[in-house]
C-alpha cells in the first residue's frame, strides 16, 4: 500500500532553535496535510498543500511541498516549549483514494 | 460546534469482554473515520465511511472488530472479544467530504484490555 515516511522520529532541540520534519512518498500525492498532537492530546489540522512547490506560512511555520509532489517539509523558527507534540504529515495519493495516509510523526522535545 | 464527541475517554477490561466505542460526528459533515493509535504501528486508518455507508475496512485488524453508522450522527466501533493488543487510543474523526478534506479528530478513547 502507500507509504508515506517520515524523519527524523524524534527530535530534541534547546529552545530557541530551529526545527525540521520531512515527509516523503514513493508516488505523486494529491496534497499533502500536516497535523499536530500535543502530549495526550489528539491530531489537529494545522495546514493542507495542494500546488507542486507550494510554501506557506504560519507565524514561525514553514511548510513546503515539493515540486514533484513526493515530499514535503515543515520547519519551526526559533522553537518554544509550545512547539512541543507530534508532528504528523498525511499524503493523498494521486489518483487513489483520496484518504490521506498519515506518517509515523516526529515528536518534537523542547528543552528550556 | 461542539466538535467530534467519543465516549467513553478511558475503558479498562478484561481479556474476552466486549468493548464499544461511540462516536458523535460534527453536524454536516459527510465522513467519519476510525484510527487506532499505538507506539508500535502509529495512527492506523481501521475504516471509514462516506454517508453512512462502509467504504473501505481493509484496515480492521481481524473480525473481533466490526463499526456501524447507522445514522450521520452516530458511528461505533465494537471488539469483541478484546485482547491485549488491542489496547491502544482509538480515535474518530470526521471530514466535509470523504477525500482530500481536513478531518477533525475526536479526543480519543483510551482503552486499556487486562
Known amino acids: 500500500g502507500q507509504q508515506v515516511m517520515q524523519i527524523p522520529q524524534y527530535q530534541h532541540v534547546q529552545e530557541g532553535e530551529d526545527f525540521t520534519t520531512y515527509c516523503n512518498s514513493s508516488t505523486t500525492l494529491s496534497n499533502i496535510q500536516w497535523y499536530k498532537q500535543r502530549p495526550g492530546g489528539h491530531p489537529v489540522f494545522l495546514i493542507q498543500?495542494?500546488?507542486?512547490?507550494e510554501v506557506k506560512k504560519q507565524k514561525r511555520l514553514t511548510f513546503q511541498f515539493g515540486e514533484a509532489k513526493k515530499n514535503s517539509s515543515l520547519h519551526i523558527t526559533a522553537t518554544q516549549t509550545t512547539d512541543v507534540g507530534t508532528y504528523f504529515c498525511?499524503?493523498?495519493?494521486?489518483?487513489?483514494?483520496?484518504?490521506?495516509?498519515f506518517g509515523r510523526g516526529t515528536s518534537l522535545i523542547v528543552h528550556p | 460546534d461542539a466538535g467530534v464527541i467519543q465516549s467513553p475517554r478511558h475503558e479498562v477490561t478484561e481479556m474476552g469482554q466486549e468493548v464499544t466505542l461511540r462516536c458523535k460526528p460534527i453536524s454536516g459533515h459527510n465522513s467519519l473515520f476510525w484510527y487506532r493509535q499505538t507506539m508500535m504501528r502509529g495512527l492506523e486508518l481501521l475504516i471509514y465511511f462516506n454517508n453512512n455507508v462502509p467504504i473501505d475496512d481493509s484496515g480492521m485488524p481481524e473480525d473481533r472488530f466490526s463499526a456501524k453508522m447507522p445514522n450521520a450522527s452516530f458511528s461505533t466501533l465494537k471488539i469483541q472479544p478484546s485482547e491485549p493488543r488491542d489496547s491502544a487510543v482509538y480515535f474518530c474523526a470526521s471530514s466535509a467530504e470523504w477525500h482530500l478534506e481536513t478531518q477533525y479528530f475526536g479526543p480519543g478513547t483510551r482503552l486499556l484490555v487486562l
Open positions: 498525511a499524503g493523498a495519493l494521486s489518483g487513489g483514494s483520496y484518504i490521506p495516509t
Open positions: 498543500l495542494v500546488k507542486s512547490g
